[in-house]
């Protein structure tokens, strides 16, 4: 089956960087468009960003952009967030997804990222 | 970007009951191709999402037929025919037809009496 294993979240200071990265296994990982969507402390869902299944094709939400760069590795099954120039309202669980017909088929488990001093 | 609005915040059912949950669009989500892309999700507690239901009506494997998705345009609702203690959690409803920014509405919680 369909597994999106996500991993590299943790605390981090305000200003400071993380990379996120998603190991997909069970699906043609090169087939899918991808996208990482987020989840603040208690709050709904946002589209972060997603990449199309060649990588030429990129989208970010305006609250990231300039500071958020999502990459792709179709040879390794993997799926990439950078991201710097964190802030507090970054904080939030990180999901991993597959992206297919205009909707999210498959979602990982989650990993959170906590901004703070 | 396309603005979703679920309605009511807070659903508290009873066992055996029905249940409904409405989204609207700020506005059309019938695509020029002629399709219509409206999702739902269900998001148990400690869970990720799951998808429920896809382009309006059409179920995910594995769902149990209670959930059921209707609608067209802007207006838009997920019915539970007879609610069970596995449903309780937020769901989510979600536009794709005004690519790229994907957006969701902000949940409805459901809950048992």
């Known amino acids: 089956q369909v597994q999106l294993a996500e991993s590299g979240g943790g605390l981090v200071k305000p200003g400071g960087s993380l990379r996120l990265s998603c190991a997909a296994s069970?699906?043609?990982?090169?087939?899918?468009?991808m996208s990482w969507i987020r989840q603040a402390p208690g709050k709904g869902l946002e589209l972060v960003s997603y990449?199309?299944?060649?990588?030429?094709?990129?989208y970010y939400a305006d609250s990231v952009k300039g500071r958020f760069t999502i990459s792709r590795d179709n040879a390794k099954n993997s799926l990439y967030l950078q991201m710097n120039s964190l802030r507090a309202d970054d904080t939030a669980v990180y999901f991993c997804?597959?992206?297919?017909?205009?909707?999210?088929?498959?979602w990982g488990q989650g990993i959170l990222v906590t901004v703070s001093s | 970007d396309v603005v979703m609005t679920q309605s009511p915040l807070s659903l508290p059912v009873t066992l055996g009951q029905p249940a409904s949950i409405s989204c609207r669009s700020s506005?059309?989500?019938?695509?020029?191709?002629?399709?219509?892309?409206l999702s739902w999700f269900q998001q148990r507690p400690g869970q990720s999402p799951r998808r429920l239901i896809y382009?309006?009506?059409n179920r995910d494997s594995g769902v149990p037929d209670r959930f059921s998705g209707s609608g067209s345009g802007t207006d838009f609702t997920l019915k539970i025919s007879r609610v069970e203690a596995e449903d309780v959690g937020v769901y989510y409803c979600?536009?794709?037809?005004?690519?790229?920014?994907?957006?969701f509405g902000g949940g409805t919680k459901v809950e048992i009496k």
């Open positions: 506005q059309s989500l019938v695509h020029s191709n002629g399709n219509t892309y």
């Open positions: 382009k309006v009506s």
């Open positions: 069970g699906l043609r990982f090169s087939a899918y468009f």
């Open positions: 997804t597959t992206v297919s017909d205009s909707s999210i088929n498959y």
């Open positions: 979600m536009q794709g037809t005004h690519w790229p920014a994907l957006t």
């Open positions: 990449i199309g299944n060649t990588g030429s094709s990129i």
